[in-house]
């Protein structure tokens, strides 16, 4: 059941140091109950404690989630768009000659920021990196296991798909923080040593296409391309 008066209240004072936390990670500076921050994240709280189900995990790792992504809304409707970042090159991909659809994640993110856009990619790789922590990864990492030859991909674009397809395995996934191999294999017919040397891959694909990323997922689009087993 969801708190409420005072309950919910006491939560909150409870909680105010990690609200205050949450807040300053995604934003990048110190926060303080001064700032506008606070009043969006705290809502974002209250939101997230209503919402929560004991049985997906911590309340406060849920309300991280809720918190960024209010956060973010806010930045995109309240601050000048910034095309301003410095990618590494080698996100996603190692060859800079590859040319096959998929495979130039790292140049296409490192020209998309190299103009306007509608949304800011600079947050959504802050983001995307502090849902990465949980699993042991930062964004880039990304670059050193990345699929690599043609046929690898099309086998991590099957494994992808068959967790984006399948709740189950999906939930399981983003509940525990690791990567239900067994029963991926036997979904999607990839073999586990192709699974386990991508998990981080696999992981990062499934956060950005089943999550709030629609400037990383675009880079991302080839996976659902792929023929589904």
């Known amino acids: ?19 205050l936390r949450a807040a300053s990670t995604v934003t990048g500076r110190y926060i303080t109950k001064e700032d506008d921050e606070w009043s969006v994240a705290l809502e ?27 956060l973010t809304d806010q930045f995109r409707r309240d601050r000048a768009r910034s095309a301003e970042l410095s990618v590494d090159p080698s996100v996603f991909s190692s060859d800079p000659s590859e040319e096959e659809e998929g495979l130039s994640l790292r140049l296409a993110v490192a020209q998309k920021t190299a103009r306007e856009e509608p949304y800011n990619l600079k947050e959504e790789i802050e983001a995307a990196n502090q849902e990465f922590a949980r699993f042991g990864f930062s964004f880039f990492d990304l670059a050193s296991c990345s699929p690599k030859a043609g046929k690898t991909k099309e ?11 399948t709740p189950l395995l999906r939930e399981t996934l983003l509940r525990t923080g690791q990567l239900p191999v067994r029963a991926l ?6 073999p586990r040593k192709i699974l386990e040397r991508h998990r981080k891959y696999l992981v990062a694909a499934v956060i950005l296409l089943a999550g709030d990323y629609p400037g990383l997922a675009e880079y991302l689009r080839y996976i659902r391309k792929e023929p589904r087993s």
């Open 155 to 165: 086998s991590c674009a099957r494994a992808v798909n068959a967790l984006l397809e």
């Open 1 to 19: 059941m969801a708190p409420d008066g005072e309950a919910l209240e006491r939560l909150v004072r409870e909680n105010e140091a990690f609200i």
């Open 44 to 70: 974002a709280f209250v939101e997230a404690a209503r919402d929560y189900d004991p049985e997906k995990g911590s309340l406060q790792g849920f309300a991280q989630v809720v918190i960024r992504r209010r």
């Open 185 to 190: 294999e036997e979904r999607s017919g990839v």
